[in-house]
């Protein structure tokens, strides 16, 4: 386990951006009855998500994301000391999406920018990753962009995954500043259950050939190719709902957290079902517990970045928040981190069009 305290570390601000084009899952998914709609939104939480257009990639919403935080914070994005870029639908196999970003958003050469392949559990990973190059690099500010245009990984037909899964990206500020309240992090692998949610072929493991790209009924009753998404929804729920609030629970009991004076526990958002049982299990009250699923559903990387701006920013949050974030899923990875957002800057929620 890989556990951590940073010092003199703060987020600043966090903005968030999602393509303007809206499917509302009552209307859409013809293969469909209203009957199989409706359950599956009271399952999900999910009413609606965006969708990108096909040429919109997760670097768009995240420079755009980028550009909204530059303007409220009044910064420069020559002060930016380095770009980490975390998602799995980058721009290209090479170079590095990052480089692109740096390029874009004008910041200096002497930025250090890099990619990370991770999903939901990618904004964990990221912080933890910029907080170490804040902490032990001598570096003083750092741009975390975590976004995916997933929904070009299902197919529409795909009835495990074509509900629920939305397109965003988002932007955070992370800088050195004394006196910041301390940063707890945990961080967890499991690799040897990578296979119960990815996508199958196309990567030089399994290359992409006419029969991977072949779109047909599979076993577990998605229309769907090797090349797009598959999850193995109740593994992935077991995994959730034990490995993961194990790990929280634990998390707490280490650190002498209490639920009661931690203001949001602020999860990925899986679906609402699972993120309740969740909740639940941890005794959270549901009023400390902060979704947008319902409205831009699983964002994989972004869904923490972006449920904080959306409701910070909703509800005009300001003063020191405690809060307990946790994402999971992709790896099989996960994490939790206790922070204290202090006063950070949330602009409301962007659209791309």
Same mark, same amino acid.
Not at 287 to 301: A, H, I, R
């Given at each position: 386990?890989?556990?951590?305290?940073? $010092?003199?570390?703060?987020?600043?601000?966090?903005?968030?951006?999602?393509?303007?084009?809206?499917?509302?899952?009552?209307?859409?998914?013809? *293969?469909?009855?209203?009957?199989?709609?409706?359950?599956?939104?009271?399952?999900?939480?999910?009413?609606?998500?965006?969708?990108?257009?096909?040429?919109?990639?997760?670097?768009?919403?995240?420079?755009?994301?980028?550009?909204?935080?530059?303007? *409220?914070?009044?910064?420069?994005?020559?002060?930016?000391?380095?770009?980490?870029?975390?998602?799995?639908?980058?721009?290209?196999?090479?170079?590095?999406?990052?480089?692109?970003?740096?390029?874009?958003?004008?910041?200096?050469?002497?930025?250090?920018?890099?990619?990370?392949?991770?999903?939901?559990?990618?904004?964990?990973?990221? %912080?933890?990753?910029?907080?170490?190059?804040?902490?032990?690099?001598?570096?003083?500010?750092?741009?975390?962009?975590?976004?995916? $245009?997933?929904?070009?990984?299902? *197919?529409?037909?795909?009835?495990?995954?074509?509900?629920? %899964?939305?397109?965003?990206?988002?932007?955070?500020?992370?800088?050195?500043?004394?006196?910041?309240? #301390?940063?707890?992090?945990?961080?967890?692998?499991?690799?040897?259950?990578?296979?119960?949610?990815?996508?199958?072929?196309?990567?030089?493991?399994?290359?992409?050939?006419?029969?991977?790209?072949?779109?047909?009924?599979?076993?577990? @009753?998605?229309?769907?190719?090797?090349?797009?998404?598959?999850? #193995? @929804?109740?593994?992935?729920?077991?995994?959730?709902?034990?490995?993961?609030?194990?790990?929280?629970?634990?998390?707490?009991?280490?650190?002498?957290?209490?639920?009661?004076?931690?203001?949001?526990?602020?999860?990925?958002?899986?679906?609402?079902?699972?993120?309740?049982?969740?909740?639940?299990?941890?005794?959270?009250?549901?009023?400390?517990?902060?979704?947008?699923?319902?409205?831009?559903?699983?964002?994989?990387?972004?869904?923490?970045?972006?449920?904080?701006? *959306?409701?910070?920013?909703?509800?005009?949050?300001?003063?020191?928040?405690?809060?307990?974030?946790?994402?999971?899923?992709?790896?099989?990875?996960?994490?939790?981190?206790?922070?204290?957002?202090?006063?950070?800057?949330?602009?409301?929620? @962007?659209?791309?069009?």
């Amino acid at each position: 386990m890989s556990k951590s305290i940073f $010092t003199n570390i703060k987020i600043k601000g966090i903005a968030g951006v999602v393509p303007k084009d809206k499917v509302v899952n009552l209307e859409a998914h013809a *293969h469909l009855t209203e009957v199989e709609k409706k359950k599956a939104i009271k399952l999900t939480g999910v009413h609606e998500y965006r969708k990108a257009s096909p040429e919109v990639c997760a670097s768009d919403l995240c420079q755009h994301a980028s550009e909204i935080l530059f303007e *409220h914070l009044n910064i420069s994005p020559s002060t930016i000391d380095a770009i980490l870029f975390v998602s799995q639908t980058p721009d290209y196999r090479l170079p590095s999406t990052s480089c692109l970003l740096q390029h874009k958003l004008s910041c200096h050469s002497n930025t250090l920018a890099f990619d990370m392949n991770l999903g939901c559990s990618g904004f964990i990973y990221g %912080l933890y990753t910029a907080c170490s190059f804040l902490q032990g690099a001598g570096l003083n500010r750092i741009l975390l962009l975590c976004g995916d $245009t997933q929904t070009k990984l299902c *197919h529409s037909e795909d009835k495990n995954v074509s509900f629920i %899964l939305g397109d965003a990206g988002t932007a955070t500020i992370i800088d050195i500043e004394k006196n910041a309240s #301390d940063i707890k992090m945990e961080l967890m692998t499991d690799g040897s259950r990578y296979n119960k949610l990815m996508v199958p072929a196309g990567g030089f493991r399994n290359p992409s050939t006419v029969h991977t790209r072949m779109i047909k009924k599979q076993s577990d @009753g998605g229309i769907r190719s090797q090349e797009h998404i598959s999850m #193995d @929804g109740m593994e992935i729920f077991n995994f959730s709902v034990t490995d993961v609030v194990n790990s929280i629970r634990n998390f707490m009991n280490d650190e002498n957290i209490d639920e009661h004076k931690t203001d949001y526990l602020i999860l990925h958002q899986a679906n609402k079902f699972m993120t309740d049982k969740i909740a639940r299990k941890l005794k959270f009250s549901s009023d400390k517990v902060p979704y947008s699923l319902n409205v831009f559903g699983n964002t994989s990387c972004a869904s923490i970045p972006i449920t904080i701006a *959306h409701h910070f920013s909703q509800h005009k949050i300001s003063g020191k928040k405690n809060c307990l974030l946790s994402g999971f899923g992709v790896g099989l990875s996960w994490g939790v981190i206790h922070i204290i957002l202090d006063n950070i800057v949330c602009p409301s929620i @962007g659209e791309f069009s």
